[in-house]
Each structure stands twice: as C-alpha cells, then as structure tokens.
C-alpha cells in the first residue's frame, strides 16, 4: 500500500468534485469520464489499494454504501438497473480501492468489459446529475 493519489486528495477535499456520500467510512463522487452519465465512483476514506486490503471491519460498512448507492443510481436517474464493478490491479486507473456503479438502461449499448466513456455537458450538468443521486440518498 503506498502514498497519497487522487482520490485521497478528493477525500480530504483537496481536489473538488462532485460529491453524493461523505461519512466516516467513504466518498463516493461522479466519475469524470463516465461510461454513463450519473457513473459514480465510490472509495474508502482510508487509502487501500486494491480489494484485498480492505480490513474486515470495513467489508460490511463500505458494501452496505455500494448497495445503496446502486439503488440511488437506479431510481434518481430512472435507470432500469446498474452495473457494479471492481477493477483490482488491471484496468484501475487510480490505485486506490473503488467501486464503479454504473446506471444502465435496456439497449444502452453496453457490452461485456469495453467500456466507452462520454463526458458531460458542462459542469452544471455534472452538478444535477450528482444532486439527483445525493437527494434519494437522503
């Protein structure tokens, strides 16, 4: 396990983003490339690396907010459902534990692990998408 990347300096608010969950345990916030709009990223507080060091005393807790927002996702944007995702070592852009949840929608054109990313609109959009998700997590 090493230093400090992006998402530690997200956590400590050193670097701005959207965020949609702040506690104790972990930020979850809009991925900046989204395969989707609405794609959130959500990582532990504490810098871990990869899945297998996250401490048991932390699997509950921090599965718990992936379930959560895997609903928020799928009803603040009136997805049909979402896609849940870990990338361990290969594909992980940052190396710092995240999940992805990605909403989904029937014939979205998603297929197997390529993932095409799209951007959005502009910042204020960007806001809206996170506001939609931080209001039906409350």
Known sequence: MGGRDVFCSIASGEISAHI????DVAIAFLDHRPVFKGHV????????????DLPREL??????RAQLLS???KESLGADGSFVAI????????????VHIVPRRRKDGLRGF??????????SEMAEYAEKIRATLS
């Open 71 to 73: 609903v928020a996702v």
């Open 87 to 98: 990338n361990n070592t290969v594909s992980q852009s940052v190396p710092h534990l995240h």
């Open 41 to 52: 990223l959500l990582a532990p507080k504490q810098h871990l690396e990869v899945l297998g």
């Open 20 to 23: 949609v969950l702040d506690d």
């Open 114 to 123: 390529f993932w095409p990313r799209t951007k959005y609109a502009s910042e």
């Open 59 to 64: 699997i509950e807790p921090y599965f718990l």
